[in-house]
């Protein structure tokens, strides 16, 4: 079992920044790739960022590349997310999530472990 906890979340003008951290406890966290989503009112929940459990391999929607990274720190089991140049698009709640393999994965059902998630809301 990976528990998975969100932090970082929040209300921003359009143009500032967050960084999301999600902090795991239980088994190795290394052992697995990490990922991003979101999911805005009205909304089916979407993929934002994923890497790998290196660090060395990392994918990015197209909404968000350019303005959003996604890192990682096994000492710490914590993946992180900044996010730059916020829109009031990037407005959702974001999930991070774990799962096992050797890749990085934009697909939700690949993901076994999932947060409970933290809200950020980006206005105009």
């Known amino acids: 079992q990976v528990q998975l906890v969100e932090s970082g979340g929040g209300s921003v003008q359009a143009g500032g920044s967050l960084r999301l951290s999600c902090a795991a406890s239980?088994?190795?966290?290394?052992?697995?790739?990490m990922g991003w989503f979101r999911q805005a009112p009205g909304k089916e929940r979407e993929f934002v960022a994923t890497?790998?459990?290196?660090?060395?391999?990392?994918t990015y929607a197209d909404p968000v590349k350019g303005r959003f990274t996604i890192s990682r720190d096994n000492r710490k089991s914590t993946v992180y997310l900044q996010m730059n140049n916020l829109k009031p698009e990037d407005t959702a709640v974001y999930y991070c999530?774990?799962?096992?393999?050797?890749?990085?994965?934009?697909?939700?059902?690949?993901?076994?472990?999932w947060g409970q998630g933290t809200q950020v809301t980006v206005s105009s």
């Open positions: 239980g088994r190795s966290f290394s052992n697995y790739a």
């Open positions: 999530a774990a799962a096992d393999g050797s890749g990085w994965y934009r697909d939700s059902g690949m993901y076994r472990y």
């Open positions: 890497i790998s459990w290196s660090g060395s391999g990392t």
